[in-house]
C-alpha cells in the first residue's frame, strides 16, 4: 500500500505542481475597462462590456508575426478594443513552457501600459512587477519592428522577458497596422 502511495504520488505530484504554478493578476475584461474606462464599454445584458473588435491577419501581417515571434503563427485573427488613438491587445506567448497572457495597452503609437494578466510558468514570474512592465511605457516599433528601447532583461527569466518583449513589438505591429487600414481612403480600395 505504501508503494502504491508513493507512485501515486510520483504521477501526480506534476500535475498539481503545474496547477498551482498559474497564477491570475487581473482578469482580461478588468484590464480592458482599465485602459478604455466607461469610453470603451457598451451596455449589454444588464452589464457593462468592453467592445471588442476583431483584427483579421492577411498572409503578410502573419509572416511578419512569424518573424517577430521566430516560430509558426497559426492564428487568423485576434481580438482587439479601440477608442479613439488607443488600442488595447490581449495576446499570449509561450514562455519556457506555458503561455503567458499579457495585456497590452497602445496609445498614439506608443505603449502606454503593460501588464501580465495570467502566468503559467513555475519561474520567471518577476515579470509581472511594475518595475519590469515599466521599462516597456513610451515604447515604439523602429522600421524593422524592434522597440526603439532596451528592455532589461532579469536572471532566471530570460525566456518570460523574451516572450514579453515579441509581445510588445507584436502589439506595436497590429496597431501601426490599422492606423494604416485607417488611413486608406474609400478611393483606394
Not at 475597462?33 to 483584427?55: C, I, P, Y
Not at 515571434?69 to 482587439?80: I, M, Q, S
Not at 513552457?97 to 519561474?123: D, F, M, N
Given at each position: 500500500?505504501?508503494?502504491?502511495?508513493?507512485?501515486?504520488?510520483?504521477?501526480?505530484?506534476?500535475?498539481?505542481?503545474?496547477?498551482?504554478?498559474?497564477?491570475?493578476?487581473?482578469?482580461?475584461?478588468?484590464?480592458?475597462?482599465?485602459?478604455?474606462?466607461?469610453?470603451?464599454k457598451?451596455?449589454?445584458?444588464?452589464?457593462?462590456?468592453?467592445?471588442?473588435?476583431?483584427?483579421?491577419?492577411?498572409?503578410?501581417?502573419?509572416?511578419?508575426?512569424?518573424?517577430?515571434?521566430?516560430?509558426?503563427?497559426?492564428?487568423?485573427?485576434?481580438?482587439?478594443?479601440?477608442?479613439?488613438?488607443?488600442?488595447?491587445?490581449?495576446?499570449?506567448?509561450?514562455?519556457?513552457?506555458?503561455?503567458?497572457?499579457?495585456?497590452?495597452?497602445?496609445?498614439?503609437?506608443?505603449?502606454?501600459r503593460?501588464?501580465?494578466?495570467?502566468?503559467?510558468?513555475?519561474r520567471?514570474?518577476?515579470?509581472?512587477?511594475?518595475?519590469?512592465?515599466?521599462?516597456?511605457?513610451?515604447?515604439?516599433?523602429?522600421?524593422?519592428?524592434?522597440?526603439?528601447?532596451?528592455?532589461?532583461?532579469?536572471?532566471?527569466?530570460?525566456?518570460?522577458?523574451?516572450?514579453?518583449?515579441?509581445?510588445?513589438?507584436?502589439?506595436?505591429?497590429l496597431?501601426?497596422?490599422?492606423?494604416?487600414?485607417?488611413?486608406?481612403?474609400?478611393?483606394?480600395?
Amino acid at each position: 500500500m505504501k508503494t502504491l502511495i508513493a507512485l501515486l504520488s510520483l504521477f501526480l505530484l506534476p500535475l498539481t505542481q503545474t496547477q498551482a504554478a498559474q497564477s491570475v493578476y487581473q482578469s482580461p475584461a478588468d484590464f480592458v475597462t482599465q485602459a478604455l474606462g466607461s469610453q470603451g464599454k457598451s451596455k449589454g445584458k444588464g452589464q457593462d462590456q468592453a467592445k471588442a473588435k476583431v483584427f483579421w491577419f492577411s498572409a503578410e501581417q502573419r509572416q511578419v508575426i512569424e518573424e517577430i515571434l521566430a516560430h509558426d503563427f497559426r492564428p487568423l485573427r485576434t481580438r482587439y478594443w479601440q477608442q479613439g488613438d488607443d488600442t488595447v491587445w490581449i495576446l499570449e506567448e509561450i514562455g519556457k513552457e506555458a503561455p503567458i497572457t499579457v495585456g497590452i495597452h497602445v496609445r498614439h503609437g506608443q505603449i502606454y501600459r503593460t501588464k501580465v494578466l495570467i502566468y503559467r510558468e513555475s519561474r520567471g514570474d518577476e515579470v509581472r512587477h511594475d518595475f519590469f512592465t515599466d521599462q516597456f511605457k513610451s515604447a515604439t516599433l523602429t522600421k524593422d519592428k524592434q522597440l526603439d528601447k532596451h528592455i532589461d532583461g532579469i536572471t532566471g527569466a530570460t525566456l518570460s522577458v523574451r516572450a514579453l518583449t515579441k509581445l510588445a513589438r507584436i502589439a506595436l505591429y497590429l496597431d501601426r497596422q490599422l492606423s494604416l487600414q485607417n488611413t486608406v481612403s474609400p478611393d483606394d480600395t
